[in-house]
């Protein structure tokens, strides 16, 4: 059983050795050439076994993938990790460069075929696996709204919905606001806005500046006629 298991072992070791020549990968004192354009990995991994067979084998190799601007070790951790997740298998894994998917894929099957001439009862998984690399954190832009209104005319009183104010500022959101009412409404009075919110208190503001408005009466004991006018502010205005 031992002297089994290690032959496992040295057809692993080999395929560890061998791997990066069958791939492409140049020595050390070698012209230089292109980029590697592709990559592969693989792993044999020495089990309890299946079915009381204690030397058992499964080697997991992934698809060929493009290489990417990204290194071995990083491939190589990410495969580990994505063999310890999915096949509980955790002693590590191997990836190497080459310059074609052709001398990829023919070192995954030298791969394969060392394994089953040291170990013929050894399992192939092909994982399909291909790197991603993970996601870039974006942090998020704090969100500001703002909220414009027209309310000095004492018998009608206008404003506009809450809006992103993001984008430009009050210089431009007033004479915009102005122009809208002077256009739909023929109302020709001052504007202003309320910039720099978060969402909740950009609409509490104008939920209670409309409520306050509402309780106000003209001179002759009227209420205003409250305008709601749906406007938002945008590049177009």
């Known amino acids: 059983m031992i002297r089994m298991k290690g032959l496992a072992l040295v057809a692993v070791a080999t395929i560890a050795m061998e791997g990066s020549a069958w791939a492409g990968e140049r020595p050390v004192d070698a012209p230089s050439g292109p980029p590697p354009q592709f ?4 792993t044999a991994l020495p089990t309890l076994g299946r079915l009381g067979a204690p030397n058992y084998t499964t080697l997991y190799v992934s698809a060929v993938m493009a290489r990417g601007p ?3 070790a990083d491939i190589s951790q990410a495969f580990a990790k994505f063999l310890q ?6 002693d590590g894994a191997e990836c190497f460069p080459a310059q074609t998917r052709e001398a990829a894929q023919q070192a995954l099957d030298n791969s394969k075929a060392a394994v089953h001439s ?3 009862s050894a399992a192939i998984v092909e994982t399909g696996w291909t790197y991603t690399p993970p996601a870039k954190v974006v942090a998020a832009t704090p969100a500001s709204y703002a909220v414009c209104w027209a309310h000095f005319n004492a018998r009608v009183k206008y404003y506009s919905s809450i809006f992103d104010g993001r984008v430009d500022d009050a210089r431009q959101w007033v004479p915009a606001f102005e122009q ?8 020709d009075g001052p504007a202003q806005c309320l910039p720099g919110a978060a969402q909740p208190d950009a609409q509490k503001y104008l939920n209670d500046l409309i409520a306050a408005d509402r309780k106000t009466r003209t001179t002759d004991g009227q209420p205003p006629q409250i305008v709601e006018t749906g406007w938002t502010y945008s590049k177009a205005n």
Do not use: G, M, R
């Open 39 to 42: 990559e592969v990995c693989h």
């Open 70 to 72: 990204i290194n071995d």
């Open 85 to 90: 997740e999915k096949y509980q298998a955790s």
């Open 118 to 120: 040291a170990l013929p």
């Open 180 to 187: 809208f009412l002077k256009t739909t409404y023929q109302f």
